[in-house]
Each structure stands twice: as structure tokens, then as C-alpha cells.
């Protein structure tokens, strides 16, 4: 059984930063693109940053610039660091991550979520 677990969100005010991270657990023989994604209420979930396995970075055009995704190979983990905060960018974070599991096979995972809130 494979988990995706994410942390690192809450409230920040605009303009601040956060630092969201991922972590993959379980039976896992590896990992390819890590992914995050966002939804807002009333709004579908949308793609914010990829990460392929050898380091290959792609950005939806509203977070280029501003946020960075990275990752640890080593600890399974994906992050999302998070500058210039604007009241847009609120929304639960979604890690998604495409594992190799113990089969063989390539499955794709979700992690819950973790909520980021703008405020003054």
C-alpha cells in the first residue's frame, strides 16, 4: 500500500511564503513525475508544478516565478516552496505522484490535501 502525505500548509498573509512538503510511503520500488495540484472552493482542481524523476521542472504560467518545485529521491519526498503568496493561490494542495509499486506496475496517487489560506 502506497500513502502520499502532505504538510506544511495554513494561513499566511499575501506576499509571504510557505514551504509545502509530500512524503511517499510504503511499497515502493520508485518513483517518476511528482506532481502538485490546487483546488479552490467552487473551482476544479487545477495543475501547478511537475517534477520528473531526473530533475525536469515545468510551471503552470500563474505560479512561474514565484514558486519552486524540488525533490528528494532519497526520501520519497516532493516539495513546493511557495513565494510572493497571493489571495489566488488559496486552495487545498494536492501532492500526486506516479509510483512504481512492488508489482511492477505504474500507479498514480493522490495524497489529502493540505489547506493553504491567504489572509490579511
Known amino acids: 500500500q502506497v500513502q502520499l502525505v502532505e504538510s506544511g500548509g495554513g494561513l499566511v498573509q499575501p506576499g509571504g511564503s510557505l514551504n509545502l512538503a509530500c512524503i511517499a510511503s510504503?511499497?515502493?520500488?520508485?518513483?517518476?513525475?511528482m506532481s502538485w495540484y490546487r483546488q479552490a472552493p467552487g473551482k476544479q482542481r487545477e495543475w501547478v508544478a511537475s517534477?520528473?524523476?531526473?530533475?525536469?521542472?515545468i510551471y503552470a504560467g500563474s505560479v512561474k516565478g514565484r514558486f519552486t518545485i524540488s525533490r528528494d529521491n532519497l526520501k520519497n519526498t516532493v516539495y513546493l516552496r511557495m513565494n510572493s503568496i497571493q489571495f489566488g493561490d488559496a486552495a487545498v494542495y494536492y501532492c500526486n505522484a506516479d509510483i512504481v509499486g512492488s508489482t511492477g506496475l505504474t500507479t498514480e496517487h493522490w495524497g489529502q490535501g493540505t489547506q493553504v489560506t491567504v489572509s490579511l
Open positions: 510504503g511499497s515502493i520500488v520508485s518513483i517518476g513525475d
Open positions: 517534477i520528473q524523476s531526473g530533475g525536469m521542472r
